[in-house]
């Protein structure tokens, strides 16, 4: 019994043992492969490094003990198989592609190949549409062509065959004219990266399959046309990023229904109208970028907006808009806001200073480019945390309040301060400061005094303020 036994084991393990398969050649030392993948392998690589490359000689035992940096294999039934392929310079020691290469047939032979990445590879003008990407339909679950000048012309149809899909990066090559069709079949994703090339046109409106996408991202090419529907039906996306194109029109309101979305950056485009009122259901994000969108008439929307809603916000740009009206008071309740961009807009009215001051996380702000008015009274040491990352400047009617001869100026004119005498401050106000300070001064308990000089001006006198200063200096 036991031998049968055994020759039955020995020839599951060696499957063409059995009469009627044919029986692969397979290498005899180190990390046993068939023969012909280990020569697809060599082959397909020697196209892109050149042809004084050889694979056998520098490496015979490619899956076992002379393993090539950007390869990994895998076992499947016994026999080694490549299963990852970068080529191009990641590495000191990786495969690094000659400029005048050759896509060979044999990479397509690669069968169990789950991962393909061309990192600084094509230099020279190529088109790839030609190849055999159906080869690797059963298996390729990540393709990445990243930083290759050289790739140019339409994505190749044929990508939309590679359903297995789940990683798709095309960033930074030289492909143009419109995204193919094709890639609406695609619905495994959970990256789709077409960042950084010249595309145009309109984006399919495909996006109802594509459940499992967390990364969308289509940032710096020149799409047109108005952002798909069906990104609404992206139930699992995490990051948006569409900037730098020239989208126009509406954010679809369905953009509401990205429960999970921390990152929407629409950032220099030409979208327009109701964008805040869609982008207020999105109560999960973290970075907010809209700049750059020219709001035309309905600039004053961020005022409707209940911002203090959006507590996960930390990164909010709301520059280049074209925004109306006073900066929101909602704003002043984000407490995790690191980054706050409102500048280069018609911002009228006072700066929230004090409260702005409170929030702990506030790294940067940028309020410049507006019509702001009033004083800015920030510390000092608000001042000195912020450093560059504070701009306040182009704001013809803001004055910079000026506490201590050492507090740095950040380009705005210093609100007009008299020492009358010594010790003694006097702050030469107009109407609205005053009225300001008059809401703030029942808080704070400063006694005010205040007198109409001979030339109009309210002179206000602080005395508690000026015992500080007083004892400040001596
Ligand atoms: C690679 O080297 C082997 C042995 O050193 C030699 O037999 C073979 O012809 C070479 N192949 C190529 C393509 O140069
Ligand atoms: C995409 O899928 C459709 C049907 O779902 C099919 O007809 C078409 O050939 C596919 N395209 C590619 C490029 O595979
Ligand atoms: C959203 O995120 C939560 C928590 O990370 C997760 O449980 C949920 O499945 C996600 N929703 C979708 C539609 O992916
Ligand atoms: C700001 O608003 C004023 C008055 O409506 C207008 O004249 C001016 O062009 C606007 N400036 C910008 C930069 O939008
Ligand atoms: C700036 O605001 C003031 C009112 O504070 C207004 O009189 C002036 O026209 C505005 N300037 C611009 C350029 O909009």
């Not at 002379?66 to 026999?79: A, N």
């Not at 990479?107 to 020279?124: E, G, P, Q, R």
């Not at 419109?178 to 046109?201: D, E, I, M, Y």
């Not at 107009?430 to 400063?446: A, D, F, H, I, R």
Request: charged share 20%.
């Amino acid at each position: 019994m036991s031998w049968i036994h055994s020759v039955f084991f020995l020839c599951l393990t060696f499957r063409w043992c059995f009469a009627g398969e044919s029986s692969p050649e397979v290498t005899d030392d180190g990390a046993p492969m068939e023969k012909t993948e280990q020569e697809a392998l060599y082959s397909a690589i020697q196209g892109f490094v050149g042809d004084s490359w050889n694979g056998s000689d520098l490496y015979p035992d490619p899956c076992g003990w002379t393993p090539i940096q950007g390869v990994s294999c895998d076992l499947y039934d016994d026999l080694w198989y490549v299963t990852e392929l970068t080529l191009g310079l990641v590495h000191e020691n990786s495969l690094s592609c000659a400029t005048s290469l050759k896509i060979k047939p044999q990479l397509f032979k690669l069968k169990h190949l789950k991962s393909l990445t061309f990192f600084n590879c094509f230099t020279l003008p190529i088109t790839i549409s030609k190849e055999d990407w159906i080869n690797l339909v059963s298996n390729l679950e990540a393709l990445e062509f990243r930083s290759n000048p050289g790739l140019i012309g339409e994505l190749p149809e044929a990508i939309g065959s590679l359903t297995k899909l789940k990683s798709l990066v095309v960033l930074e090559n030289g492909f143009n004219g419109k995204l193919p069709t094709s890639l609406c079949n695609l619905s495994s994703l959970k990256r789709l990266v077409l960042a950084g090339n010249f595309f145009t046109g309109t984006v399919p409106d495909c996006f109802n399959g594509f459940k499992d996408l967390l990364i969308l991202d289509l940032s710096r090419n020149s799409f047109s046309g108005t952002l798909p529907l069906s990104i609404g039906d992206m139930v699992s996306l995490l990051k948006l990023d569409v900037s730098n194109n020239q989208f126009e029109g509406k954010l679809p309101q369905e953009i509401g229904f990205l429960k999970n979305l921390t990152l929407l950056d629409l950032r220099n485009n030409r979208i327009s109208g109701e964008l805040f009122e869609n982008v207020e259901k999105i109560q999960s994000l973290t970075d907010l970028v809209l700049s750059g969108n020219p709001m035309g008439n309905s600039g004053d929307d961020m005022m409707g907006i209940k911002w203090e809603n959006m507590g996960n916000l930390v990164v909010l740009d709301l520059s280049k808009m074209g925004l109306r009206g006073e900066i929101p008071f909602g704003l002043t309740k984000l407490k995790r806001l690191r980054f706050l961009g409102l500048n280069d807009n018609n911002l009228t009215g006072a700066v929230p200073s004090k409260k702005l001051e409170t929030l702990p996380c506030l790294g940067a702000l940028y309020i410049h480019g507006n019509n702001l008015s009033g004083e800015l009274r920030f510390s000092g040491r608000f001042y000195e945390k912020m450093g560059t990352r504070f701009k306040a400047s182009r704001n013809p009617n803001l004055c910079q309040y000026i506490v201590s001869d050492s507090q740095k100026y950040v380009g705005l004119k210093p609100c007009v301060v008299e020492k009358k005498k010594k010790g003694t401050l006097v702050i030469q106000q107009t109407w609205s400061n005053l009225k300001k300070e008059e809401e703030s001064s029942s808080s704070m308990g400063v006694m005010v005094t205040r007198h109409v000089s001979s030339k109009g001006f309210m002179w206000v006198l602080l005395l508690e303020f000026s015992l500080i200063v007083v004892l400040y200096y001596y």
